[in-house]
């Protein structure tokens, strides 16, 4: 089972990344994406059902984040407008054989490697 997180970068604040999740080796019930800045515990940032497409977002993506999947990819996608700097940090995917989306990382058993964002102010 692989989670290979890729689409990290530096970019402005204001600007947009997207971020992408390739999954292989098996199939999982939801996948979600977390971060952690330097000194911080991972949040959760958005999850979503691989059958449904239904997603779930943490307060503070306010709008700005959409998470999707291409299931024929098996690849989910995490599209960030309007970046601020306190979205700066590692980001990470994860996957589950559940159904029900968590917010809690101890939720997914399976993590990609995680991908640097880095928004400049």
């Known amino acids: 089972v692989q989670l290979q997180a890729s689409g990290g970068g530096l970019v402005q604040a204001g600007g947009s990344l997207r971020l992408s999740c390739a999954v292989s080796?098996?199939?999982?019930?939801?996948t979600g994406w977390f971060r952690q800045a330097p000194g911080k515990e991972r949040e959760f940032v958005a999850g979503?059902?691989?059958?449904?497409?239904?997603?779930a977002y943490a307060d503070f993506v306010e709008g700005r984040f959409t998470i999707s999947r291409d299931n024929a990819k098996a690849t989910v996608y995490l599209h960030m407008n309007s970046l601020k700097s306190e979205d700066t940090a590692v980001y990470y995917c994860?996957?589950?054989?559940?159904?029900?989306?968590?917010?809690?990382?101890?939720?997914?058993?399976?993590w990609g490697q995680g991908t640097q964002v880095t928004v400049s102010s």
């Open positions: 994860a996957a589950d054989s559940k159904w029900t989306i968590t917010a809690a990382p101890t939720g997914y058993n399976y």
């Open positions: 080796g098996r199939t999982f019930g939801t």
């Open positions: 979503i059902r691989w059958s449904s497409g239904s997603a």
